[in-house]
């Protein structure tokens, strides 16, 4: 794996997360109560022994950088490393990131001064384990010019995605960008050719490519220099590609979950708690998921009662039930909350006992959840300060709503709480 170079598409805006995103790079995100969303390829490529990795973004990447910069840092004895490369302007392109591919292309300079023989091209918003050794072996045996990994979907999510068709052996006939109507309908392929039952293929009868590309590298290369007009893998590139290139899809049999979107994300952090087996876990000894170390204490529970949840490190929780949830490090409730079924993703700081009881004393919201409040469906970005006797919990069941000045949106019908927000006493959403 030392001839693979591996490029981490960091997202454009974020919209889809906001306001997840409103202060942070979408891979920036955190993720399962002391992870963020870029640990997770980042790992994948650790632990698939490709260590050269660069993450290309544009929005909001002062926090990711930070992220990266403390967390993989390594031997000055190995080539490895793990750097951010933000938009520039240069002589040839004063321009922002157009696209994913345009995004490859401006940095590709960059990306020629290694010797290596594969580009692998990632995202930084999936939640997955997968040993790219693999994917690349695949690659290599099939003497491919580029290789999608794919994975059999149903009908209902088939139109948020790319799909494909293969023949006999595996090359790509056909790409579609997200298809809808009659287009998605022409994608349904018989996907026992996948070697699934013919019950799963009646189930899934559609394959998705997972936005997870490895090219040789002169193909890159003469792709991006030959339609230089295009800027997206997925609607451009890889369909012009398929009709005059090897172009070889790679199964994924694992869990693979696009969390772009708020819902996406909440559900796929609240399904790390469901109990015997979650569909991903992060206790796996053999292929780990890394993060920054932090020197927390331990969590400290006073007379609690908490089940189906995930607590983070260096959490204070006082008399206060918390019921399938998932708590980010040095969150604090205090006596008398009720918490369901919420993403909490804790603080970047404790805040001092001293200025906490000052605050209280001038009726203030201190850091974390006041006392008697309740929390239903929700995520409380870090920082958030929710007073007491407050109330999250939709009571009018909207959908979608906008209260930036209030410091929380309506997404899906899930309230998001924004980073450093102020919850007042009383309140009731």
Excluded at 256 to 272: C, K, M, R, S, V
Aim: net charge negative; aromatic share 10%.
């Amino acid at each position: 794996m030392k001839k693979v170079l591996a490029i981490i598409l960091g997202g454009g805006a974020g919209t889809r997360l906001y306001p997840l995103t409103k202060l942070r790079a979408k891979p920036a995100v955190p993720l399962a109560g002391k992870y963020r969303l870029i640990d997770i390829p980042v790992s994948n490529c650790i632990n698939s022994g490709i260590y050269k990795i660069y993450v290309l973004t544009q929005f909001n990447s002062a926090s990711l950088n930070r992220h990266l910069s403390r967390t993989y840092a390594f031997s000055g004895f190995h080539e490895g490393f793990v750097e951010v490369l933000a938009a520039q302007q240069t002589p040839e392109n004063s321009n922002w990131f157009q696209g994913t591919a345009d995004a490859v292309r401006q940095y590709m300079r960059l990306f020629q001064e290694w010797d290596v023989d594969e580009y692998l091209i990632l995202s930084g918003d999936h939640l997955y384990r997968m040993d790219y050794t693999e994917f690349v072996e695949r690659h290599r045996e099939t003497n491919a010019d580029i290789t999608l990994s794919v994975l059999p979907i149903d009908e209902k999510r088939a139109s948020d995605f790319g799909l494909i068709k293969i023949d006999s052996s595996g090359q790509v006939t056909t790409f579609s960008e997200k298809p809808k109507g009659d287009a998605l309908k022409q994608m349904a392929v018989d996907t026992t050719i996948l070697g699934l039952s013919a019950e799963e293929a009646k189930q899934n009868p559609y394959i998705a490519s997972m936005g997870i590309y490895v090219f040789k590298r002169q193909v890159l290369l003469d792709l991006l220099n030959s339609y230089s007009d295009f800027t997206d893998f997925g609607k451009e590139i890889i369909p012009a590609a398929a009709k005059n290139y090897n172009t070889q899809a790679y199964l994924f049999n694992g869990y693979w979950e696009d969390i772009g979107t708020i819902e996406a994300f909440y559900e796929a952090n609240l399904a790390l708690t469901q109990q015997p087996m979650p569909p991903f876990s992060f206790y796996d000894e053999d292929a780990p998921i890394y993060t920054r170390g932090r020197y927390l204490p331990p969590t400290k529970l006073l007379n609690c009662r908490i089940t189906d949840s995930m607590i983070g490190d260096g959490c204070i929780l006082k008399n206060c039930q918390i019921h399938h949830s998932v708590l980010g490090i040095r969150t604090r409730i205090e006596s008398g909350c009720n918490i369901q079924d919420t993403l909490i993703m804790g603080a970047d700081a404790y805040q001092p006992v001293e200025q906490r009881q000052i605050e209280l004393e001038d009726k203030k919201v201190p850091l974390g959840i006041g006392e008697n409040s309740v929390v239903r469906r929700a995520i409380i970005d870090k920082n958030a300060c929710i007073g007491r006797d407050v109330q999250l919990i939709n009571k009018d069941r909207v959908e979608e709503a906008q209260r930036e000045d209030q410091g929380f949106h309506i997404r899906s019908g899930i309230i998001v709480v924004i980073k450093n927000a102020v919850i007042p006493d009383g309140t009731i959403i």
